[in-house]
């Protein structure tokens, strides 16, 4: 198994622009953004209970089915708007990654519903340890929904602090 921070580089063909070389996104990277979005999932799903005259003694004491299933039914949105409109979540986008599909282009709504219909048994068999098992084992670092939707996460290029002029404005 490689080292667990840095991985090999992949390169994606494109048609009209020389190969583009991108790396997958470290584990503990993606561990990161996993635990922001369930922090922001957990304040939304409070924030809708709370709204629906659920109390907060009985919130601390129901862990069953009835919360799992509404929470999934939280994540599945959240994850597949924001991936599909931005290539990244809240989370990803703290952690400085974006998700790419196969050539090369920011992830789709298409793709991010693939992806994001596999998150479930990502999931299994508890809180994402068949996708961190999987993204371990996998030569370009994908989960489960990578691999089902041809999508890899990558992290985000880091801009050009002195950029060069524009040349049209000096003429």
Known sequence: MSDWHEHKEITIDTLSAPPVKIKPA???????????????LAVLWLILSLAYGRNLARLAVIVYYP???????MTFPYYFV???LFAATIGKSVAKLTVLESNGDVCSFGASFKRNLARFADWLPLLYIAGAIAVLLS????????????TIVTQRP???????PAPFLFH
């Open 26 to 40: 470290p584990l503990t990277r993606r561990i990161t953004a996993v635990v922001i979005d369930s922090l922001v």
């Open 139 to 150: 030569a370009d670092r994908q989960r489960m929904g990578d691999r089902v939707a041809g």
């Open 158 to 164: 880091e801009r050009d602090s002195n950029p060069p």
């Open 82 to 84: 924001l991936e599909g």
């Open 67 to 73: 919360v799992l299933g509404s929470l999934a039914i």
